[in-house]
């Protein structure tokens, strides 16, 4: 009896501690590499594992990073860059080598669990003038083809990551919605493909952006606690943006005749900085309601169910082109150096983020304007211009982290950012005229961070296994446990 008992609790203790790493199975993240000093991916890994994110999606087949990935345990969708469609859409040939050398070898020889490829990155942005829409379709055929010659096309699907831009509403309400109209046929060439193909739709949507691209945009409405005045679609009653986005791209396939098409969410998240309503506040609300409603299993209207999604993003990226504003260098659940940057669980414990281990930093020095300084001097406005042109300045924006300081701190901040992406060179603050010096107090100021930068380590190496093989080990137990019961 006691035997039975113990055998009882010890089922129960591994229930729940493999629920406390497959409750995130279906979320993912997005992990980019345009960082001025990424931390090596085997951290990454690491750091993903620890935080029980099984999913990741990548931008670009890094060599490294696809090697890190290694029998990890983590899924992954690996993404062709929108520079590289032209040549893969005029050559099987190409896309046939792009398969051997980025899909092929890493499943069959390094264990990489590739699921998705992803063609292109939002190729139809109306920003890029119609660049790409002559070439999507073609690379993502020539894609399809290189895979099933490899014999992957059962277990490696193809996909285009697209921005919410590609379908509308003119009514605002998601039955409304269809495909833009200068886009649609061949948006209905696109899904068809998909559908013929057994692979999904992957949309991008983005909340913030609808609030950062209107200023009279209901900001209760970006978020899922339900305080925004809803949308009454014919009884279908919506209470956040995100809802009503993906349900209008599900009426824009369904009077397509694709009612049925699979959708990953492909990028989902909040940035933390880089403007007045990029902050940590709305960032943990934002990610943290996702997230409780994915693990309470709701869905919207039209497809109930949790999400198949992407958070974007893992890690801040310092070297991101900030064309499209300032925030894009903040969209991190972690800071560059691998710390969180707010509470959020992902867990079913209920716990944090975790951070990455056996991260180091550079000195603690800081480069600063010299007391000596005049801010009257003709030298400092071209001496902050390069720093920041050089370096990431983001951070001192209107309503940024570092939006309040006073000048002579703007020129100190400035000057740190390029000491520190110089790693830390003393000649990186030796600006014209003696107007900078280094410190060893930290001139960080309120919200207002002054950042020591990383030991950058660009070695990958194969990630650590033990997570996994602990899984393993846990379901082993528990069928033999199973077994024992039964018996």
């Known amino acids: 009896m006691l035997s039975k008992s113990v055998f009882a609790v010890s089922f129960a203790l591994i229930l729940l501690y493999i629920n406390l790493f497959i409750e995130v199975d279906g979320i993912g993240v997005n992990w980019g590499s345009q960082a001025s000093h990424p931390l090596p991916p085997a951290t990454v890994v690491r750091l993903l594992q620890a935080n029980g994110i099984r999913k990741v999606k990548l931008f670009e087949a890094d060599t490294k990073i696809l090697g890190a990935l290694s029998r990890s345990g983590i899924q992954v969708m690996v993404g062709i860059p929108n520079d590289l469609l032209a040549p893969i859409a005029a050559s099987v040939a190409v896309a046939e080598r792009w398969v051997s050398q980025n899909v092929s070898a890493h499943v069959s020889s390094n264990g990489v669990d590739i699921r998705y490829v992803a063609v292109g990155n939002e190729p ?139 959708i990953i969410v492909g990028e989902v998240g909040w940035p933390t900085d880089g403007d007045k309503n990029a902050n940590m506040q709305y960032a943990r609300r934002y990610n943290q309601g996702f997230m409780n409603r994915q693990r309470a299993g709701r ?46 669980s992902l867990l079913a414990n209920g716990n944090g983020l975790i951070p990455a281990k056996d991260v180091h930093h550079m000195g603690k020095k800081w480069c600063v304007l010299a007391p000596s300084a005049s801010l009257e001097d003709p030298q400092l406005g071209p ?57 060893t107090r930290d001139p960080s100021f309120g919200s207002c961070q002054f950042k020591i930068m990383i030991k950058s380590d660009s070695s990958g190496g194969e990630a650590s296994t033990k997570m996994c093989l602990t899984r393993s080990v846990a379901v082993l137990l528990l069928l033999l446990m199973c077994m024992y019961i039964v018996l």
Request: charged content about 15%; aromatic content about 14%.
């Open 124 to 262: 139809f942005l109306k920003a890029f003038n119609g660049t790409f829409e002559d070439i999507t379709l073609p690379a993502l055929q020539n894609i399809q083809s290189a895979l099933i010659k490899a014999g992957l096309a059962t277990l490696v699907k193809v996909t285009v990551p697209l921005n919410a831009d590609v379908y509308q509403s003119a009514s605002n309400l998601p039955s409304d919605g269809d495909f833009r109209l200068e886009i649609r046929d061949l948006m209905i060439s696109i899904v068809k493909f998909l559908s013929d193909n057994q692979a999904p739709f992957t949309i991008n949507i983005y909340p913030f952006i609808s609030l950062y691209n209107d200023p009279h945009f209901p900001v209760e409405f970006a978020f899922f606690d339900g305080t925004g005045d809803p949308i009454n679609d014919n009884g279908r009653v919506y209470d956040n943006v995100l809802d009503a986005n993906y349900d209008t791209l599900v009426w824009s396939l369904q009077k397509n005749g694709f009612g049925n098409l699979s």
């Open 299 to 344: 869905g919207t209207p039209m497809r109930p169910g949790p999400m198949d999604a992407y958070l974007f993003s893992l890690i801040d990226e310092d070297a991101k082109s900030i064309q499209p504003g300032n925030f894009e260098r903040h969209w991190g659940m972690f800071y560059i150096d691998g710390r969180p940057k707010y509470q959020l």
């Open 383 to 439: 001496s902050v211009g390069y720093a920041c042109d050089h370096a990431d300045c983001t951070s001192l924006g209107y309503g940024s982290s570092c939006g309040g300081l006073d000048l002579a701190q703007n020129v100190s901040y400035a000057f740190n950012s390029y000491y520190q992406v110089s790693d830390q060179l003393e000649s990186a603050c030796k600006f014209p005229g003696g107007i900078s010096m280094i410190v």
